[in-house]
Nanobody, 125 residues
Framework: QVQLVESGGGPVQAGDSLRLSCLVS????????MGWFRQAPGKEREYVAA????????YYADSVKGRFAISKDNAKNMLYLQMNSLKPEDTAVYYC??????????????????WGQGTQVTVSS
């Protein structure tokens, strides 16, 4: 499995941008996909974006499509989430996660094997 450490969260105003980073270490050779999820207080963990680790295909939840962009830098073992036009409803703890099996549903958190500790994003109006 891999170890994941997120960074880059913080308080911002509505309309601002923020970039989250996730450092990936460990057994990355069997990582098939990575994703970003978020969880607001009292709510279930929600899928935000995902990408195949080797191929680079990207996928987004409808709520963030056109505003967020997931990307990676394999040389640095980094995963990113660029968040633009932030809204108060984007407020949550954001987690990066990795899938270490060849069959998965990228939008279902139950398929992910490794998780970071999370980084708080707070968007005020």
């Amino acid at each position: 499995q891999v170890q994941l450490v997120e960074s880059g969260g913080g308080p911002v105003q509505a309309g601002d941008s923020l970039r989250l980073s996730c450092l990936v270490s460990g057994r990355t050779f069997n990582t098939y996909a990575m994703g970003w999820f978020r969880q607001a207080p009292g709510k279930e963990r929600e899928y935000v974006a995902a990408m195949s680790w080797k191929g680079g295909n990207t996928y987004y939840a409808d709520s963030v499509k056109g505003r967020f962009a997931i990307s990676k830098d394999n040389a640095k073992n980094m995963l990113y989430l660029q968040m633009n036009s932030l809204k108060p409803e984007d407020t949550a703890v954001y987690y990066c996660a990795a899938v270490n099996q060849p069959r998965y549903d990228y939008a279902d958190y139950k398929w992910y094997d490794s998780w970071g500790q999370g980084t708080q994003v707070t968007v005020s109006s």
